[in-house]
């Protein structure tokens, strides 16, 4: 680059030396010296500027060029994000489907343990108030023949019938217990079932939220500068 600088500072010299054409702003310079460090210059400029020349030149086809590159991977992207997005619908309706069977199951499991467990209640509150009942019908029977027996005899009567009486109060005082162990068992699964619901629909949500979290980075399309000098 120093010779470049040099055969300027020549070819200004020459210029300023140079003989002026009378009547004119024109002078006479000398042909030869002049291409002479023309070629100089030529020969000196280093190749980085004819390649600098050929990109300038080339502009438009490069910057067409990166344009349509730009689109293709655009489109890419956008193709791509798509082609994500209809997979996470699919493993999202999946999911859902999936906990909303096995939530289905759930109910209908808890419905028929509930079942059969109030009628096993129902059934031993009914045994257990027939049994008081035919303690009782046992009891006044005892009475009335131990009444035929000591007619004389109110006490034994009384004791009886008191006797009795205790008999069937004890029959239903059981039949109220088994009837508050079915309810408090009863309850307890509903309970569980109710967690197991609950849990259930935490997992769902879960699934979700990170679903979206993938759908947003992958929709970020990508920007392009290209700025030619």
């Known amino acids: 680059m120093y010779r470049v600088f040099e055969a300027l500072d020549e070819l200004v010299t020459i210029v300023e030396e140079a003989r002026g054409v009378p009547m004119t702003s024109s002078c006479v310079v000398p042909r030869g010296d002049v291409l002479e460090l023309l070629d100089d210059i030529r020969d000196a400029l280093p190749a980085e500027v004819d390649d600098a020349q050929d990109v300038l030149d080339r502009r438009d086809e490069i910057i067409r060029t990166a344009q349509e590159q730009a ?107 088994q009837r508050a162990d079915c309810d408090a068992y009863v309850d307890n699964k509903l309970a569980e079932f109710s967690e197991l619901l609950a849990t259930t629909l935490r997992t769902v949500d879960s699934g979700r939220n990170h679903l979206r979290g993938s759908l947003h980075s992958v929709t970020r399309a990508p920007s392009y500068d290209y700025q030619a000098q």
């Open 71 to 177: 689109e293709e991977t655009v489109s890419s992207a956008s193709a791509e994000a798509d082609r994500l997005m209809t997979e996470a619908r699919e493993e999202a309706e999946r999911i859902i489907t999936e906990a909303r069977e096995e939530a289905e199951r759930t109910i209908a499991a808890g419905e028929a343990e509930y079942a059969e467990v109030t009628e096993r209640a129902r059934a031993e509150a009914d045994r257990m108030v027939q049994a008081g009942r035919d303690a009782y019908e046992r009891a006044v029977d005892d009475g009335k023949r131990e009444q035929a027996r000591l007619v004389s005899q109110t006490e034994v009567v009384q004791a009886a019938h008191n006797e009795a009486a205790r008999i069937v109060d004890e029959a239903h005082e059981e039949a109220d217990r």
